[in-house]
């Protein structure tokens, strides 16, 4: 286990007694054993001074995909945990879109076995349904006992409403979350993007707010039937918001997350048919947009997730209909989030999600395990390629003006920089 001094560093945790400070932090095998103005640098040692260095409680992304096993020449659970790793990242939750899909507990125990050893935690979420093809349910109960840390299908909401609901009343038995991502393809039907001005403009078919709005309003309404605990990734509309947040106002036990590409981007990049753009749910008008920041600074939305999803470029570079929905996002998210929120919303929505999936939080104080983000907040700089790490390139965010980067992350006894 690494040894460090983090010099100077300005530490970003209200629920720690150092909050708002620059301090010296002294780990040791991967425990903080001292917080102090100025330590001295004993011998076996490891000195990290970074100008304008801050730290904060490590951040846990709710939705990665790595594509291993089965789509390794998009990424590798190894490179992937690496491109975590310097992006900041202390843990990250694995979708189940690999092939085979990971819809049983020697799917899960694999891809937690990948993850062995690596300074990023990985959890790993279990489909919901066999094959995530939405018509019987998954082994929820075993993939849970095995490490499973929640059950969703990707990028497919549940259109059997029944299902949904004996999924809502199951998980209840063992403290299991479910993930619903929300969107009635019977009126998505053949939509490529947000249906408005820009799509009618470029003559693509549109996806209608109302696709999502509709799966929102229904799993609310099951959740409340059932007292369920129901979490909604990746909203994009501004009547999902209101309807959350009435929800919410309800009682109701719903959580969500927002994508950062629908945090930043709007439809009008879509002007030159670019497929780096398509992406689900798709880039929305610039009110909704608005909105969405405001319902992150409100509290309404819990969570932000990078959405990262490697592809191909024989999935991706083809012309806007036939390619595939996804983009990577991890390399950017820090630098992309700081142009628009204020720093401590960025720490609270970049760590929400352990608490919302039940997982470790550790605070930032003497004897506490060193779970930590490393990250600079004061260079202005454009994203391109050689800042990409991931194997696939499928960035919405290429020539994007960014601010501040994570630095890197202690974690799990291990410190990875970005060099």
């Not at 929820?140 to 059997?160: R, T, W």
């Not at 999502?212 to 099951?222: G, T």
């Not at 009435?246 to 950062?260: F, L």
Request: hydrophobic share 40%; charged share 20%; with cysteine.
């Amino acid at each position: 286990m690494t040894s460090v001094i983090l010099k100077q560093t300005k530490i970003i945790d209200p629920s720690s007694p150092f909050h708002q400070q620059i301090m010296d932090v002294k780990i040791e095998k991967g425990t903080i054993t001292q917080i102090e103005k100025q330590i001295a640098t004993p011998a076996g040692f490891e000195v990290i001074a970074i100008e304008n260095l801050h730290i904060s409680q490590g951040w846990m992304d709710s939705s990665v995909s790595f594509g291993e096993p089965g789509y390794e020449d998009r990424e590798t659970i190894e490179n992937g945990l690496h491109v975590a790793a310097k992006s900041g990242f202390t843990a990250v939750m694995l979708q189940p879109n690999s092939n085979p899909v990971i819809d049983n507990q020697s799917q899960i125990r694999f891809v937690i076995d990948k993850a062995k050893a690596h300074a990023t935690t990985l959890y790993p979420i279990g489909a919901l349904t066999k094959g995530s093809e939405g018509h019987e349910l998954a082994e929820l109960y075993d993939m849970q006992n095995a490490g499973a840390i929640a059950f969703g299908d990707y990028k497919k909401a549940l259109q059997n409403a029944n299902l949904q609901k004996i999924a809502l009343q199951y998980v209840q038995d063992f403290q299991g979350s479910l993930l619903a991502f929300c969107q009635d393809s019977s009126i998505k039907g053949i939509g490529i993007a947000n249906e408005g001005v820009m799509s009618t403009r470029l003559g693509m078919k549109g996806i209608p707010a109302l696709a999502e709005e509709l799966h929102v309003a229904r799993n609310l309404f099951l959740a409340s039937y059932t007292g369920g605990k129901i979490h909604i990734p990746t909203i994009s509309t501004q009547g999902s918001i209101q309807l959350i947040k009435e929800a919410k106002a309800k009682g109701i036990k719903v959580t969500c997350s927002v994508a950062i590409t629908n945090l930043l981007l709007t439809d009008e990049k879509l002007a030159g048919f670019d497929s780096r753009y398509k992406v689900l749910p798709p880039l929305r008008e610039e009110a909704t947009r608005a909105a969405l920041v405001a319902a992150v600074l409100d509290g309404t939305i819990d969570c932000i997730t990078s959405d990262h999803n490697p592809l191909d470029i024989e999935h991706k570079k083809l012309e806007f209909d036939l390619a595939h929905d996804g983009s990577i996002g991890l390399e950017s998210a820090f630098g992309a989030l700081n142009t628009i929120l204020p720093l401590e919303v960025i720490v609270e929505k970049l760590t929400a999600s352990k608490l919302i999936f039940n997982t470790k939080k550790s605070e930032i104080n003497t004897n506490s395990a060193a779970d930590l983000s490393l990250f600079v907040t004061d260079n202005d700089w454009v994203f391109d390629k050689e800042h990409i790490i991931s194997k696939s390139k499928n960035s919405a965010f290429l020539g994007q003006k960014m601010k501040g980067k994570a630095v890197g992350i202690y974690n799990n006894g291990q410190l990875i920089l970005n060099a």
